[in-house]
């Protein structure tokens, strides 16, 4: 081969790909107005809502699948694929009938056996699932439209189970895909929601279409959160990921994209100067900030020193560090639940509702902590997570104790706060994260409340009054006797310190103009939203 | 030639051997667990282990290498533990707008550059060598994304002339494609153009000292020619291993690139991949890295021969 022949062979190439490679211009496809182009608050990186379940999954899944059951904005939970619902008098036996011309994508009527397999997936991984399942006598399809649930003891909170908007929700799968074990990820996404998946244009990490499914039947109701009609006014929708916050902001300004769920905060005021964009509260339910400490070993399994921590620390400088200056977005909370909802109590909150270094400092003293170091595990790639530690390292120093600050990313301290091994051969002090308000309505879907030691959530507290508390909730068949069992549980819960809440905060929501019909929710609902051109 | 071409590329087959255990290793001992990123917040320990075996990431590093060496050698790159999808499927994906970014790129850079750095040797030592030079050190030193935002501010927000972000595949269209790779080839070109700008005038100054471009001068040949059909021919070589040298860093500023631009390439998808620890993918993307890195290498050699007739192999 010489060198003519090699040139040759390129310009041939060369010709090739032009005339292949490129065709004719295309008619490039515009920004419709049936078309709503949306930036997720993360990735979808998969697409089952029982085997992951981020937030970003579950909604993206509250399109595609239905319920049977939906909370709506009062978090009372309506009927949704439910036409009627039985329970015996003694409560063991709930029978439901599911409503007529429910469809999935692929064209199958929904039948009560999808339910029950549907149901028998979810229980498996639901915190509130998994309880039913313990006291369930049988799960059964009655006939192609009626479900029995049989139980050994009453589940008096069965309704607000189904229709729950935390992860995993119990949505609703063809039987096929939902006997996959629920640890597995299904690989079909077939539904019978508002909504189908267009599996083919899926991108992870780039991009999910959903269209709007014509077979849908809507209930009549008004409209509220997952409950009542979910009337689609859009063709497509179209989740445009976009990791880089600065890049959604001039994306949503130029008019590239409609509705950006999650803007930072920094970025909201130029979003407001633009007389093209809507901004307003994203989630009545907002969040609630959160620093779990390891109660396994020293110094924290020590009350008193949790304790001192708790009445050193300010909520304030937490949130002004996570949020900034605008007092609108954010509140010190001295509990554990979300404001503004029915159980939302002070009770025993007063150690938080003043920072009081000195009686910290002796009552540190009093725990016997000797200066060992204090292992915090801070994730750089999550700001709430970042700024939150970068306070916590400074309180701890302010108290004297010494911080063994571990600087690392979210995948690292995901992995690292499972370890129950001592904080110096792998383990850990205390950690940062959030809670979604929602998750934080009552004990239900609230597993970071738990204080029952190894099966707790991370930090694995023991705190025999939560934990009866807890259950006195379950069990409680009025709002005033769960009002009265949540007191007791949140001055327990601040008393044996489960972890430490280091305030209440709410984010932004953005959008062009020509967008309507967004509402406030714990998740972004798609249904009544419309688009003009 | 056809020979060494061959062996060459069987010479890849122990680089990427090694690249192979290096990444499966180096992932093995890394911290971070996939499974407790897929169980999400509230999942309990229990669930995060259950998840864990489902995976198989709870079998002993041996068995886990074997099985992946195994699948490799028959093709397959394994699933994505995310996504359920294909890591081969996921590559395919993202590969059109990390080639079409990487190509536009390598355009605008020989198109910018080399007749900057010829232009600067010509005129060496006035204010027009000296403005190149002052912009080649600009360039060099300002970062990919610092670049990337004022384009974008400038150029999308301010004028309104391009997209901010996204890509557009060539199939519908060769204006909608290239809009939206304006901004982030000159972005990513960047730090290229002056490295390529550079290293073409130092060259060219070495040649353009030697007897024959008297002689060409001589015989009264105008400064077109002299430049870019005498001169530069024989100052390609060490220009055309630069810029083999430079796809290197093209990969690694497309990783940042693509994020500023929301190019759906496969820098993101590396990202992404390490973020989560989807081992599969990324020990897919780095033998493909590596891959391509190794062939740009013999295609560099090849070129060699182009330009250079003395060269044979």
Redesign the interface.
Known sequence: ?D?RT??KGLAGAGGLALTG???A?????GASARTLRFVPQA?L??F?PI????YVVRNAAALVWDMLYGLDSALQPQRQMVESEEVTDDGLIWTFRLRSGLKFHDGEPVRAKDVVASLTRWAA?D?MGLMIKAIQNELTAVDDKTVKWALKQPYPKMLFALGKN??PCAFIMPERIAQT?P?????EYVGSGPMKFAKAEW?????AVFEKFADYVPRQEKSSWLAGSKQILIDRVEW?????P???A??L??G?VDWWESPITDLVPVLKSNRNIGVDIADPLGNIGSFRINHLYPPFDNVKVRRAVLMAMSQEDYMRALVGDDTSLWKPLPGFFTPNTPLYTEEGGEILKKSDLAAAKKLLEEGGYSGQPVTCLVAQ?QPITKSQGDVTADLLKKLGMNVDFVA?????V?????QKTPPGQGGWNMFH?W?AGA?CVNPA?Y??IRANGD?A??GWPTSDTVEKEITTWFEAKSLEEEKASIGRLNKAALEDVVYAPTGFFLSYTAWRKNVSGIVKGPLPFFWGVSKTA | MLSYILRRILATLPVMAIVALFVFSLLYIAPGDPAAVIAGDQASPADVERIRQGLGLDRPFLIQFGSWVWRILHGDLGTSIFTNLPVGTMIAQRMGPTLSLMIVTLLLTLVVAVPLGVVAAWKAGSWIDRTIMAFAVFGFSLPVFVVGYILAYVFALKFEWLPVQGYTPLTEGFWPWLQNLILPAIALGCVYIALIARITRATMLEVLQQDYIRTARAKGLGQGGILFVHALKNAAVPIITVVGIGIALLIGGAVVTESVFAIPGLGRLTIDAILRRDYPVIQGIVLLFSFVYVLVNLMIDVTYTLVDPRIRY
């Open positions: 081969m060198r090699v040139l490679g490129i065709s211009p295309a008619l490039a496809q990735n990186a998969n089952d085997w992951g379940t981020q991984r915190p935390n992860s074990d640890f597995k990820q299904i690989g991108v992870p990490g780039a991009k445009i990921v976009m990791p880089d600065a890049t959604a001039a994306a300004q130029n590239e790639d690392t990313d979210w995948g690292t995901g992995a690292r706060r499972a994260t809670h998750d879907p597993n970071a099966k959530w991370f």
